[in-house]
Every structure is written in C-alpha cells, then in structure tokens.
C-alpha cells in the first residue's frame, strides 16, 4: 500500500472522504440498486404480477414481448460529499423507458401490444407520460377494468429490507475493506 503524508486534518479528512469513505458508499449503493434490481426482475418480470403469459395469449400465440426497459431505467448516481454528508441516488429514468407501438396489421390484426402505451395506442395519461406512470402501477397496482393488477411494493419491500439488516451490510463491506467493525 502507497503510504501518503498528511500536513494538515483537512487534507486527511480529504483522503479518507476521496478514497475510503466514498468507496465504502459506492459499495452499499451498488448493493441496494442490485437488490431492488433483482426483487423488481423477479416480482414483476419473472412472477408476472402485471402480465402473465396465459392473459397474453391470443389464439395460442404471444401478443407481447418484454423490453425490460422499466428495469434497465433503474439507475443508481455517484456518490456525492458535501461536509460530512455522502449522497447517492437510486431512480428510474424515464427517458430510458423505451414507447414502441403495437404491431398492427393492415387489417386491424393485434400482432404484439405496444410497449409504455395503453390498449388504445396513447402514450400519455392524464397529461404525463406512461412511462411516469409505471413505477407508480407497478409499486401500487391498478384497477383497470381491461386487466387489474396487484402492485409488487417495491419501496416498502426495500425499506423493510434495509432496516432489518442496513447494520450488517455496512459491516460486511467494511470487512471486505480489511476493517473490523463489531455492532455496539
């Protein structure tokens, strides 16, 4: 390890902040997208909360394919310092949510549905975009009378999750950094 001098506790509140507290965040952040990342990809995409392949299917064929953009728009920022307060984001960009039409034949066959747009083609809902709309349907669910769903909570499954066990995740990353730490 390079050893480095110090001459004065600024510059070694910058070091630490730089090179070991920052790290040690960036860690949990990565963890915590990666946990909401893979609890939305099984809720939603895999256990078919919204849509199932049975209520999708028309005449034996499937009239809808996953873009997986709802779970790629999940992003997570840099951390940020500012003082003593480190900062990280984690949202969904809705710009990343890709609006595909359906695939309509000339004669008005339904070949695919559409992607971030209703049944009837529109890509907005009460003036905001479908895309916005979505991590709201998909936390809460919907009662629509086409195809009603539960929502998967997402928010809260994360909240309950990281109060249970914020403690030891922190610990184990800073074991990962050669650091032991015990609960007090």
């Known amino acids: 390890m390079k050893e480095v001098e110090f001459k004065t506790q600024k510059s070694f509140n910058e070091y630490v902040k730089k090179n070991i507290l920052t790290p040690l965040i960036r860690d949990l952040a990565d963890e915590i997208h990666k946990e909401l990342y893979k609890y939305i990809e099984r809720e939603w995409y895999e256990n078919n909360a919204g849509y199932s392949s049975k209520s999708l299917r028309r005449g034996g064929s499937l009239n809808y394919f996953r873009t997986y953009s709802f779970l790629k728009s999940l992003i997570k920022t840099e951390v940020k310092y500012k003082g003593s307060d480190f ?57 629509s009378p086409i195809h009603s769903y539960s929502g998967i909570g997402m928010f809260e499954h994360m909240e309950d999750t990281l109060k249970q066990d914020l403690n030891s995740r922190v610990l184990a990353i800073l074991n990962r950094y050669g650091v032991t730490a015990q609960k007090g």
């Open 87 to 143: 900062s990280f984001k984690i949202h969904f960009d809705y710009n990343k949510m890709v609006v595909s039409p359906p695939w309509i034949t000339s004669s008005g066959l339904v070949l695919n549905f559409g992607s971030r747009t209703s049944i009837n083609n529109d890509t907005s809902y009460e003036g905001s975009s479908i895309s916005r709309w979505l991590v709201q349907w998909i936390e809460e669910g919907q009662n």
